[in-house]
């Protein structure tokens, strides 16, 4: 278990770092117009999130 979240945490790092560069490349795969904004918001949540499950996982 965490393993997939640390793979997870890196797919939505990674993202975040290319979105935050050319946010255009997530326009297809979103069907929407992405801004720095909302890439922030989307794959900066994700990684926050995730890096608490990693934590949570960690414990146990």
Request: aromatic share 16%; proline share 2%.
């Amino acid at each position: 278990m965490r393993n997939l979240l640390i793979y997870l945490f890196f797919v939505s790092f990674f993202g975040l770092v290319v979105g935050l560069i050319r946010p255009s490349s997530f326009d297809n795969i979103l069907k929407r117009k992405m801004t720095r904004e909302k890439i922030l918001v989307v794959f900066g949540a994700a990684s926050l999130i995730f890096f608490v499950l990693i934590g949570l996982a960690s414990r146990s």
